[in-house]
């Protein structure tokens, strides 16, 4: 069975911190990908990362995908609170369906 | 990307009956998938729906509990039945297009009393 865990579980931080979620597994995807989810709506597509070692950033948002392709990273530069939020990453294997990391809360405090 | 509507947002339903929830995509999409989530928890898949085929049913779900339908490419149904508290949840579909990079709908939240 293919699974992701996501680390931290949980995550509160003060507006200006920097923080970094990890998602691992003992399985190779062919891609991964980030999602942010807020209460009441779906999750977001924030990015997807294709080749080993790749990092790609989003404004604050920097993400690296692991040179074997079972792990990759989300880094958050300077939190402000919009990004308080659900963050899941999903490795696609190559097969038909996505595996979903067990997900990771994070509140950030004004 | 795709947009994704879902009927109902929210309902309230007793215990035995069944809920049919709708999915729309404003574009034809290949592969459609029916999620399950508790409120701050991760995704569990359901069902691939296809297109003129039965679903595919992962490991725990089933045909006669969890009926899907995909008339077309840009809309399924997915229906919860014989319902008891323990399938209160939420319920997402999502579309995934060639890039393989998957967008949802904003989720039907379903209490069962």
């Known amino acids: 069975t293919q699974l992701l865990e996501q680390s931290p579980q949980f995550l509160s931080i003060q507006e200006g911190e920097n923080l970094t979620v990890y998602c691992n597994s003992s399985?190779?995807?062919?891609?991964l990908q980030w999602y942010r989810q807020e209460p009441g709506e779906g999750p977001v597509l924030l990015v997807t990362v294709v080749t080993g070692g790749e990092v790609k950033k989003l404004k604050r948002l920097t993400f690296q995908f692991g040179d074997a392709r079972k792990d990759s990273s989300l880094h958050i530069t300077a939190a402000q609170p919009g990004d308080t939020g659900l963050y899941l990453c999903a490795g696609f294997p190559g097969t038909y369906k996505y595996i979903f990391g067990t997900g990771t809360r994070l509140k950030v405090l004004a | 990307s795709a947009v994704i509507s879902q009927k109902p947002s929210r309902d309230i339903c007793q215990r035995g009956t069944s809920l049919t929830i709708q999915c729309q995509v404003d574009?034809?999409?290949?592969?459609m998938f029916w999620y399950r989530q508790q409120p701050g928890q991760s995704l569990t898949l359901i069902a691939t729906?296809?297109?003129?085929?039965?679903?595919?049913?992962e490991s725990g779900f089933v045909i006669d509990k969890f009926p899907i339908s995909r008339p077309n490419l840009t809309f399924s149904t997915l229906t919860v039945s014989n319902l008891s508290p323990e399938d209160s949840s939420i319920y997402l579909c999502s579309v995934a297009d060639t890039s393989y990079e998957q967008y949802f709908g904003p989720g039907t939240r379903l209490t069962v009393t």
């Open positions: 399985s190779v995807f062919s891609s």
């Open positions: 574009s034809q999409v290949t592969m």
């Open positions: 729906a296809n297109q003129g085929s039965e679903a595919t049913y």
